[in-house]
C-alpha cells in the first residue's frame, strides 16, 4: 500500500513512517524541513511546493494522513 504522510519527520509522523515501512509499506514523506533528506526521506515539500509538485505526490496512494 502507497501511503502519504505529511509532517513525516515530525513526532508522530516519524513513528507512524517507521511502523509502515516496517510492515513493508511505501511510505512517502513530505516535511518542511531539511531533516526529511538527512533522514532519508523522500518528498521534502516546502511551502514554495506547486499544486502540480502536491498532485504526482499523491497519484496513486491508497491513503494520505
Known sequence: MKVVIAGGTGFLGSGLAASLRADRHDVVTHSRTRRS???GWRGRMGSDA???DWAAALDGADAVD
Do not use: W
Request: proline share 0%; no cysteine; net charge positive.
Open 50 to 52: 506547486s499544486a502540480g
Open 37 to 39: 533528506r538527512r533522514a
